[in-house]
């Protein structure tokens, strides 16, 4: 007798089990994957931000001790190399402790547009999880420690200033105050949630600094410039000769800080991204465009290309290129690159001589007034195709029509222009009167070496 084959249920096909059991299947792969995926892109990026941060690092040691100790006199080489190296430690550890929670802790109160919180002190809260405010693919601890190396180098490159005539407990003292108070506020107006001049997240006056052109280089370099018009010259400037005792060295310094900027730079998109790319072909085209600058106006003025002036350049040109490195076409950093490099020649050959302050490893030079033509140059070069911060279809710089944006650059440099001296001259007295800053003429004439540390940069080998 034949079977009767029973008819579905309320319509439901026998096979809708096993076609269920595929979609979920086919729904899980798509969840593993986009799971995997996004793994993978978090390794990458965290993987670059650290290398980033060790980049960053060895442009304090080697890079800048080196560069700043082969351009004194040997007998303060120790000396200088030591009070960038110390800022490695101290800097350290006050940014656990409060550095990194005044920079860039969210704070709600009306000082909340200058200053961060004590929210994180002793990065309470900082964790090994993204915070999907400043990083959203990298542990905010990352993005801690790779901020903390700026921290690092910006009270460093003031020590350029006053070499071979500050005491070491002097100069400790300042820096970790200029640390506190001049450092920190820029870095959270500029950077941190809440800032005044914050271009990403919302602030009054959007000041475009990719990397720092505020941030380190206007407030380092005019606090240097303070710092050397109140300390006073070297005993002896300009009448005695007192050229640098081993370009050899400096030379190695301006490379490592060359090959470091890269992380300067290139990190601050904080993931390993187109934008990240763009940045580093900025960078280097705007320090190979500012070495060319430099170069050439020394040979015009002077006769012959030197080697310091050629690194000088190159430095000069990192430091205008910083602020614009993520906004800018290659061409435009080239642009900027060679025009910082001829305008800090002007600043170091011309200004200084005519006004006769003793900066004496051109730290305002260099960092002050190229940082600060940097970041005017960044309002006019800017370009939303490469960085659409101001929000998509909205003109970014001067040439794409977004004539405002100069004012709001001018409004960022003219705050840190103005945070710097008046934090600088308050931190200077209360320094001076308290531990004193300027070592004695005896000191001086024996030099840093011995006077600070007791120990000597070279020692004469005995004949045998």
Partial sequence: MAQTVPAPEHGVSAAAPAADARIAALEKQNADLATS?????????????????????????????????????RKNILATMMQTFAMMGVITILWAVCGYSLAFGENTGVLGSFIGSFHNVFLHGVGLIPDGTYVTTIPLQTFMVYQLMFAIITPALITGSIAERVKFSGILAFLVLWAIFVYSPMAHMVWGKGGLLNAALGGKFPCLDFAGGTVVHVTSGVSALVFCLYLGK???????????????????????????????????????????????????????????????????????????????????????????????????????????????????????????????????????????????????????????????????????????????????????????IVGTLVLLVIVDKTIGLRVSADDEVTGLDLSQHGEEGYHAEPAY
């Fill in 37 to 73: 995926v996004a793994a993978a892109q978090s390794a990458g990026d965290n993987g670059w931000m650290l290398v980033s941060a060790a980049l960053v690092l060895m442009m304090s040691a080697p890079g800048l001790a080196l560069f700043y100790g082969g351009l004194v006199r």
């Fill in 234 to 420: 070297r005993r002896g400037f300009p009448k005695e000769p007192m050229p640098p005792h081993s370009l050899v060295l400096s030379f190695i310094g301006a490379a490592l800080l060359w090959v470091g900027w890269f992380g300067f730079n290139a990190g601050s998109a904080l993931n390993a991204s187109s934008l990240a790319t763009s940045a580093f072909v900025a960078t280097h085209f705007g320090a190979a465009a500012a070495a060319c600058g430099w170069t050439i106006a020394e040979w015009i003025k002077h006769g012959k290309p030197t080697a310091l002036g050629a690194i000088s350049g190159a430095v000069a040109g990192l430091v205008g290129i910083t602020p614009a490195a993520g906004f800018v076409t290659p061409i435009s950093a080239l642009w900027i690159g060679f025009l910082t490099g001829i305008f800090c020649f002007f600043m170091v050959f011309i200004v200084k001589q005519k006004f006769g302050y003793d900066d004496s490893l051109d730290a305002f030079g260099v960092h002050g007034a190229g940082g600060t033509l940097g970041a005017i140059l960044t309002g006019i070069f800017a370009n939303s195709a490469i960085n659409p911060i101001l929000g998509k279809g909205h003109a970014t710089g001067l040439l794409e029509g977004n004539a405002h944006q100069l004012l709001n650059q001018a409004v960022g440099v003219g705050l840190a222009w103005i945070i710097s």
